[in-house]
Nanobody
Framework: QVQLVESGGGLVQAGGSLRLSCVASGRTFRSAAMGWFRQAPGKEREFVAAFEWSGGYNYANSVKGRFTISRNNTKNTWYLQMNSLTPEDTAVYYC?????????????????????WGQGTQVTVSS
């Protein structure tokens, strides 16, 4: 089991930036992939970004070119750098860990493949 704790959310004006962090503890060596998802009020949870065991990255079209996922293995920490934020990015952001190894990165865009989730951090973008 992997325990995940997100931080870094907050209130920012449109066009601004935030960096979310996700600290992992527990059986992190079993993580095949780390992902970020978000859920806006009244909407379903949606995929944002992920990186997986072979070094592949995947981003939702809505965030490509604006968001960057990265990691610091020595700190067991993953980041989501969010630039050029818009009010449509307002949501609770969750990091997640998957222990299943898939051959294709796009499998990690599905929340059902993740077995550990953080508690979420609120991001609010004002216009």
């Amino acid at each position: 089991q992997v325990q995940l704790v997100e931080s870094g959310g907050g209130l920012v004006q449109a066009g601004g930036s935030l960096r979310l962090s996700c600290v992992a503890s527990g059986r992190t060596f079993r993580s095949a992939a780390m992902g970020w998802f978000r859920q806006a009020p009244g909407k379903e949870r949606e995929f944002v970004a992920a990186f997986e065991w072979s070094g592949g990255y995947n981003y939702a079209n809505s965030v490509k070119g604006r968001f960057t996922i990265s990691r610091n293995n020595t700190k067991n920490t993953w980041y989501l750098q969010m630039n050029s934020l818009t009010p449509e990015d307002t949501a609770v952001y969750y990091c997640a860990s998957s222990s299943t190894y898939y051959s294709r990165t796009y499998y990690y865009a599905t929340d059902s493949v993740y077995d550990s989730w953080g508690q979420g951090t609120q991001v609010t973008v004002s216009s």
